[in-house]
């Protein structure tokens, strides 16, 4: 579920539990966890919502300092329903974190990531991605995602989106500007 940078810190220290959204059908689930750039959240609660039904503590709830300033942001997409979001921040470590920092990685762990690999490989229509990417990486940390697409005449969406699958791997980590290997990553591309 996507917050921009101003309710980040609200996310953060748990003051924001409320978002509302105009969908033509809800894009978040009850019961799942979200990223977002204040932590990751689980999801409560999606149900509609009528637009002169939203309080004046749900606005405080989503950020906003009274019910017309929420007015003013979900105004748009009329034709949409309007949905509110309850949720709760989570204060245990991200599963995907913790991946990456594994680097007790043992021959049926590289057979795995092995596995994984090739399966994104044959799935892609670019050909065979994923070991090149690895060390395109390894050989520039922290090279703008635009840049290290460029290099291997990708777009940098699509490229972007295969760097995430890497991720959800525990192979790579983002960077404020790029990207790395993880300590997971960097013992699995010595191994190969």
């Keep these: 579920m996507r917050f921009t940078k101003p309710f980040w810190a609200g996310i953060e220290d748990g003051s924001i539990t409320v978002a509302f959204r105009r969908w033509a059908r ?3 689930v009850e019961g799942r966890t979200y990223r977002t750039g204040g932590g990751r959240i689980e999801i409560d ?4 919502i009528e637009l002169s039904k939203i309080t004046k503590a749900d606005a405080l709830r989503a950020g906003y300092r ?8 979900v105004q748009s997409g009329e034709d949409r329903e309007l949905y509110r979001v309850s949720f709760h921040r989570l204060d245990e470590p991200d599963p995907r974190d913790q991946l990456a920092n594994d680097d007790d990685l043992g021959v049926e762990d590289i057979q795995e990531i092995d ?7 044959a799935a892609s229509s670019w ?3 994923t070991r090149a990417t690895l060390q395109l990486i390894a050989d520039h940390p922290a090279r703008r995602a ?14 972007k989106l295969d760097v995430r699958k890497l ?14 290997l993880s300590p997971r990553g960097k013992k699995y ?3 190969v």
């Design 26 to 28: 809800p894009t978040v």
């Design 189 to 191: 591309h010595r191994s």
């Design 66 to 73: 009274d019910r017309s300033e929420i007015l003013e942001n």
């Design 115 to 121: 596995r994984r690999l090739d399966r994104y490989d």
């Design 167 to 180: 991720k959800n791997l525990g192979l790579t980590r983002s960077l404020r500007v790029g990207y790395e």
């Design 45 to 48: 609660s999606v149900s509609r």
């Design 127 to 129: 050909g065979a991605w």
């Design 146 to 159: 635009p840049d290290l697409a460029e290099m291997v005449g990708r777009e940098t969406k699509p490229f």
